[in-house]
């Protein structure tokens, strides 16, 4: 039990002598399930990933979800815009012909005096 609070007191009053926040998440299901593997392994997968990446696992999950979000919200955008083009495109076709409709009826009035 001393060693426990030791470990606690140093942990509280040296924190940045070590990283705990890879510790925190699987300290926190070590307590609360009391299964070793379990949190021995989370531990694990969170410096794996924090070695491969150089993030934790939290803030890569954050990055790839805002990345996501930004994905959907570009494709989003994109259909608009292009929609937005095909009716402008439609319009200016349509502005084409009724320019060269015009100009045949002018001819015709003129054709007519």
């Not at 989003?76 to 292009?82: A, D, G, P, T, W």
Request: contains cysteine; aromatic residues 6%.
């Amino acid at each position: 039990m001393r060693k426990v609070l030791f470990s606690i007191l140093i942990l509280t009053f040296l924190p940045g002598c070590i990283q705990n926040t890879a510790m925190v998440g699987p300290g926190i299901t070590l307590v609360s399930t009391g299964n070793f593997s379990q949190a021995f392994g989370t531990f694990l997968t969170n410096r794996a990933v924090e070695n491969e990446t150089g993030l934790q696992a939290h803030e890569l999950i954050t990055k790839k979800v805002e990345e996501q979000h930004i994905k959907k919200q570009d494709e989003r955008i994109n259909k608009e815009l292009s929609v937005m083009l095909e009716n402008n495109i439609k319009n200016k076709k349509f502005l084409i012909l009724l320019e060269k409709n015009i100009k045949k009826t002018r001819k015709k009035i003129i054709e007519l005096n």
